[in-house]
């Protein structure tokens, strides 16, 4: 058995390889093709834990992961934990990966998908709203995805945004860094929005002429409670893209919405229907991902393949 940091994830294997994983995925999602029992969801308080596991043809992973939104405060990341890979045919585990690497390697990866079928075809510039370590990965995999030749971030810390800059060079050393005052003036400089936060209320303005024109990918809305776009955009809708079905108990950015008649259930769909099935792209667009451990999985035994033929990792006994 392997442990594989977070650099041995980075390392193993290309962004296109990772998203091609990501990809596959969904459209294994479709097929059925997979075992993935619903996740266990324990919430203490404002914290949650989620113990997570999926079965395809060959192998099995579980993620244990904890989201804990007041560690910033506490000097640690609010996600945390561990993601355990398993072969089908023996169980014996072969692989520990670190589970905030992982997990927002392959969220990214999701949300590159997204842009890959729904941007518009003139991207040049890609908008994030959160300056976290998903941040970090939204911004790498989404700017490659659409070949951008900006990225805008933008942050309630502004300190915040200043760090996520000076780390992004090391991925995207060729790219234009900004630093977005407001998110208005993000979204008058992008084509691409990604929201990547844990705020409870709308991140982006309830502006119909801001929003209009735009690929709109939601990260952060995990709990029915919480959301992060605007009444405004649902308006400009044709169609929703989601991840997984279980979506739509699960993210307040969907929840609320239908709820409140603001959309209606049919004009929500998988992004791997889509794919599948593709048709002509709207003028505004929005992406949903709430995640899954079909994910997990894919992406742990991409890694763990690539890891193995590169010689990374630490070799531990279980």
């Known amino acids: 058995m392997i442990y594989l940091t977070e650099e041995d994830i980075r ?22 093709e997979f075992l993935m029992p619903d996740r266990m969801h324990i919430d203490s308080g404002d914290n949650t834990m989620l113990i997570m596991p999926c079965f395809i043809d060959d192998c099995f992973a579980t993620k244990l992961v904890t989201l804990f939104p007041d560690n910033p405060k506490r000097g640690a990341a609010v996600l945390n934990g561990i993601v355990v890979l398993n072969d089908c045919r023996t169980g014996l585990p072969v692989a520990l990966l670190n589970g905030p690497a992982l997990t927002a390697l392959r969220t990214a990866a999701v949300a590159a998908v997204s842009i890959r079928y729904l941007a518009p075809p003139d991207t040049r510039a890609v908008g994030i709203v959160g300056a976290g370590v998903q941040g970090f990965y939204q911004a790498w995999l989404a700017s490659s995805v659409a070949n951008a030749t900006d990225i805008y971030i933008h942050d309630l810390y502004p300190e915040k945004a200043a760090a ?3 780390k992004l060079p090391a991925v995207v050393p060729d790219v234009k860094l900004h630093k977005a005052a407001t998110a208005e003036d993000l979204l008058d400089n992008t084509q691409v929005v990604i929201t990547a936060t844990t705020s409870l209320n709308p991140v982006l303005p309830d502006d119909e002429d801001l929003l209009r ?4 990918v939601g990260i952060g809305s995990y709990k029915p409670a919480v959301r992060e776009f605007p009444r405004a955009l649902y308006n400009l809708l044709e169609t929703i893209y989601i991840d997984t079905d279980h979506a739509l108990k699960e993210s307040g950015d969907l929840i609320v919405p239908l709820k409140n008649n603001w959309i209606n259930k049919d004009r929500i769909k998988t992004l791997g229907k889509y794919i599948n099935q593709p048709s002509p792209r709207s003028e505004t667009t929005f992406f949903k991902s709430v995640g899954m451990a079909l994910f997990d999985v894919c992406a742990a035994k991409l890694i763990y393949e690539k890891a193995k033929q590169k010689n990374l990792g630490q070799k531990i006994t279980p």
């Not at 294997?13 to 097929?31: F, H, K, N, T, W």
């Not at 024109?213 to 709109?216: I, S």
């Open 11 to 32: 390392q193993a294997a290309s962004i296109g390889e990772v998203v091609d994983a990501i990809e596959a995925s969904m459209l294994l999602y479709e097929r059925g």
């Open 164 to 166: 996520l800059i000076e």
């Open 213 to 216: 024109g735009k690929h709109f």
